[in-house]
C-alpha cells in the first residue's frame, strides 16, 4: 500500500521560512515523479511545485516561482519543499502527491497546514 | 496560464447520473490528459478518472470520464450520498510547465 506522510506545517511569520517533508513508502520512489499542491482554506487545490523522479526537472507554479524549492531525497525516499518569503496567501494546506506515468495525483499524504501569520 | 472551467455546484438525488464539465480555455486543449479528483475538506483527494477517461483500480465504474474538443466531462452515475463532495479537474499546461486545476465543483446529494 502507498502510504505519502507529510509533516512540517506550522504557524510562521511573513517573510519567514519553512522546510515541508514528505516521506514515501510502497512505492518505486526513484520512479515516481512528485509534486505538492494546496488548499487555502475554503478554497480550491492548486498545483504548487512538481519535480521529475530523476531531480532533472524542477515545476513551479507562478505564484511561488522564485520563493519555494523542491527537492528530493531518492536513498530515503524523501520529498521536500523548502519555502521561504512566505506570504498570508501561502496559509494552506499542502499535500504531497505522486505522479503515475506522467499523471499527477494518482497516490496522496494527508496534509499538513501552514500558517503565515504575525 | 491556461484556465480550466467548472460550475461551482451541481446536485442530483440518490440513483441519479450527474454530468460535471470541464472547460479548457486554451487552442490545445483538446490534446491534455485530464484528471478528476475527488475531495473531502480536510483529508488527503482522490484520484477518479486520469488521461480524459482511465479509471484508476478501486475506483468505482459509476464515475467515468469523456472528453470532446474544449471540454472534458466527469459523469456520476448511481448516485450515492457518499459522492457528496467536491470534485475538480486538472491538465498539464506544457507552455507554462505546470498543472492547472479548475475551481471545482461542491456536488449536493439532495
Known amino acids: 500500500e502507498v502510504e505519502l506522510l507529510e509533516s512540517g506545517g506550522t504557524l510562521v511569520q511573513p517573510g519567514g521560512s519553512l522546510r515541508l517533508s514528505c516521506a514515501a513508502s510502497g512505492l518505486t520512489f526513484s520512479n515516481s515523479a512528485m509534486c505538492w499542491v494546496r488548499q487555502v482554506p475554503g478554497k480550491g487545490l492548486e498545483w504548487v511545485s512538481g519535480?521529475?523522479?530523476?531531480?532533472?526537472?524542477?515545476f513551479y507554479a507562478e505564484s511561488v516561482k522564485g520563493r519555494f524549492a523542491i527537492s528530493r531525497d531518492n536513498f530515503n525516499n524523501m520529498l521536500y519543499l523548502q519555502m521561504s518569503r512566505l506570504r498570508a496567501d501561502d496559509t494552506a494546506i499542502y499535500y504531497c502527491?505522486?505522479?503515475?506515468?506522467?499523471?499527477?495525483?494518482?497516490?496522496w499524504g494527508q496534509g499538513t497546514l501552514v500558517t503565515v501569520s504575525s | 496560464q491556461s484556465v480550466l472551467t467548472q460550475p461551482p455546484s451541481a446536485s442530483g438525488t440518490p440513483g441519479q447520473k450527474v454530468t460535471i464539465s470541464c472547460s479548457g480555455s486554451?487552442?490545445?486543449?483538446?490534446?491534455?490528459?485530464v484528471n478528476w479528483f475527488q475531495h473531502l475538506p480536510g483529508t488527503a483527494p482522490k484520484l477518479l478518472i486520469y488521461s480524459d477517461y482511465q479509471r484508476p483500480s478501486g475506483v468505482p465504474d459509476r464515475f467515468s470520464g469523456s472528453k470532446s474538443g474544449a471540454s472534458a466531462s466527469l459523469a456520476i452515475s448511481g448516485l450515492q450520498s457518499e459522492d457528496e463532495a467536491d470534485y475538480y479537474c486538472?491538465?498539464?499546461?506544457?507552455?507554462?510547465?505546470?498543472?492547472?486545476f479548475g475551481g471545482g465543483t461542491k456536488l449536493t446529494v439532495l
Open positions: 486554451s487552442s490545445d486543449f483538446g490534446s491534455r490528459r
Open positions: 502527491a505522486a505522479y503515475v506515468d506522467g499523471s499527477m495525483g494518482h497516490y
Open positions: 519535480i521529475s523522479d530523476s531531480s532533472i526537472y524542477t
Open positions: 486538472a491538465a498539464w499546461d506544457g507552455r507554462f510547465h505546470a498543472w492547472v
